[in-house]
T-cell receptor, first 113, second 115 residues
Framework: QQQVKQSPQSLIVQKGGISIINCAYE??????FPWYQQFPGKGPALLIA?????SEKKEGRFTISFNKSAKQFSLHIMDSQPGDSATYFC????????????FGRGTQLTVWP | DTAVSQTPKYLVTQMGNDKSIKCEQN?????MYWYKQDSKKFLKIMFS???????INETVPNRFSPKSPDKAHLNLHINSLELGDSAVYFC??????????????FGPGTRLTVL
């Protein structure tokens, strides 16, 4: 079954707005939660990642919020720009799984100018 | 310098044919992966090799056979291609050091179309 559930499937945001993508997981053994960004025709690339010992991590306009008790984490993109239009994948992994990441199904973000 | 490269970028072939996709990484990583991304963009892991040893083998038809001649290369051979094999195949690499905190670097993908 899907180990990581991601929503929404698609998101349209106006330039300057806030984009929010949510993910939920079941396996409490997960200890690594990355977000990958994929532009059309390219491979996914790591955007930002968090470990469960912190509740928030911010890098520029991108912030991960992590709620361990609810088993949820989300990506917030502040001041969204047309260049942020891409597919975003959340993922989860744990140290004993040989580097394996469990990916969400992706969110197609479109930022209108 | 390209970190993870794949060839070919596009592959169009007929049902029943056999084809191979090649992947090379110059990052000095010890672990490489194959992913399949379907038309709905779902990323599904297929295989993973660590130091030429197969460590992840998902439920993939036997028609798919990975081969890792060395740490820097991972190839994917597909026999008797079917329509459902049409997808984008991504190679990725990372370092495996007992933690899961290691970034996976993805290649540009190979778009396979089976007619």
């Amino acid at each position: 079954q899907q180990q990581v559930k991601q929503s929404p499937q698609s998101l349209i945001v106006q330039k300057g707005g806030i984009s929010i993508i949510n993910c939920a997981y079941e396996n409490t053994a997960f200890d690594y939660f990355p977000w990958y960004q994929q532009f059309p025709g390219k491979g996914p690339a790591l955007l930002i990642a968090i470990r469960p010992d912190v509740s928030e991590k911010k890098e520029g306009r991108f912030t991960i919020s992590f709620n361990k008790s609810a088993k949820q984490f989300s990506l917030h993109i502040m001041d969204s720009q047309p260049g942020d239009s891409a597919t975003y994948f959340c993922a989860a992994g744990r140290g004993s799984t040989l580097g394996r990441l469990y990916f969400g199904r992706g969110t197609q973000l479109t930022v209108w100018p | 310098d390209t970190a993870v490269s794949q060839t070919p970028k596009y592959l169009v072939t007929q049902m029943g044919n056999d084809k191979s996709i090649k992947c090379e990484q110059n990052l000095g990583h010890d672990t490489m992966y194959w992913y399949k991304q379907d038309s709905k963009k779902f990323l599904k892991i297929m295989f993973s090799y660590n130091n030429k040893e197969l460590i992840i083998n998902e439920t993939v038809p036997n028609r798919f056979s990975p081969k890792s001649p060395d740490k820097a290369h991972l190839n994917l051979h597909i026999n008797s291609l079917e329509l459902g094999d049409s997808a984008v195949y991504f190679c990725a690499s990372s370092i495996l050091d007992g933690s899961s905190y290691n970034e996976q670097f993805f290649g540009p993908g190979t778009r396979l179309t089976v007619l």
